[in-house]
Structure formats: C-alpha cells, structure tokens
C-alpha cells in the first residue's frame, strides 16, 4: 500500500481495524495491511500510530472487561479480565501484544513477539516492560483498587461437590 507491492501470504505485516472516518487523510491506510518494512520507514507513521493508539486507548476505557494498569510515553497495559490476560499497547507502533497472565512473570524475564519489528520495539522499551511488575503486582492493584476478578482467586479446578445419594 505504501510501496505499492502487493502483501504475500508470508509477507510480516501491520494492520488496523477502521478507526478513521472517510474524510481524515489518512483513512485509506486504516482497516488495512501494509509491510511492516514499509510500515516501520513511513514517514506518516508516528502520526497514524498516534491516531490509532488513541483509539484503541479510547476503546479499551469503554469496555467494562478491561482495566488500566500502566500508561507511559511508550505503551499503556490493560488487564483484560475474560482471559485473563494483560494487553500491552506498543504506543510509538500502536501494536498490542497479549499475555496470558499466568505466563507473564516468565514472559517479563524475555519479553517476545513473533514479528520482528513488535520485537524490536519491545527491546527498545524494556524499561517500560519492567514497570509492569508482574503478576502478583497486578492482582493486589486490581484488589486495591476494588477490581478484582473473583474468577482469578478461585481455584482453576471445581471443588468437589458433595453428593448425599
Ligand atoms: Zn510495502
């Protein structure tokens, strides 16, 4: 789209979903795929991830499964309650990358992303990652703040029912 190639199969790519409307200047690159080489030189981009993580950042406030732990210039994280899992929204490449909370302690340790650009940046804010904190972290902030899942605290396998024949 950028450079005018079509995107293969196999081709790393980047994507939204529509979030601008047909009069913005730059509607035609949302709800659409380019390179994520292409993606990463454009000289629009810092200003389209901007409008998208805006957007995303705006969606995530409305939606009541979510709750927000960490905003910075670099990324905001969600916990997504319904997994549950943790949403870290890779501001500067308006990425989001999700991690099952019960593999976040060991993800902070090596933080990875199958794409190359997602793993770059994530090298580059690695200080940022660190603020996350981990797990337990999370869950006492979602219990002080009055958040807390009590799906996350029961135990993952059913007690035993008792059965009086
Ligand atoms: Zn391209």
Redesign the pocket.
């Known amino acids: ?3 005018g ?1 079509v995107v293969q199969k196999d081709d790393e790519c980047f994507g939204t979903s529509g979030f601008l409307k047909p009069e913005h200047p730059l509607w035609s690159y949302s709800d659409a795929i ?2 994520s ?2 993606y990463m030189v454009w000289d629009r981009r810092s200003e389209f991830a901007s409008l998208y993580s805006a957007a995303k950042r705006r969606w995530y406030a409305s939606n009541p499964n979510c709750s927000l732990l960490l905003d910075t210039p670099n990324l905001f994280v969600v916990y997504w309650s319904l997994s549950p899992a943790v949403i870290i929204f890779l501001k500067q490449i308006a990425v989001a990358v999700s991690v099952e909370l019960e593999d976040l302690n060991y993800w902070l340790l090596l933080p990875t992303a199958d794409e190359r650009f997602v793993q770059a940046e994530l090298d580059r804010v690695r200080a940022d990652l660190n603020l996350i904190g981990g797990k337990d972290h999370i869950l006492e902030f979602l219990r002080s703040s009055g958040l807390a899942d009590l799906s996350l605290t029961a135990s993952p396998f059913p007690s035993a029912k008792s059965t009086s024949s």
Do not use: A, F, G, K
Request: with cysteine; net charge positive; charged share 10%.
């Open positions: 789209m950028i450079c190639r380019m390179h080489t292409c």
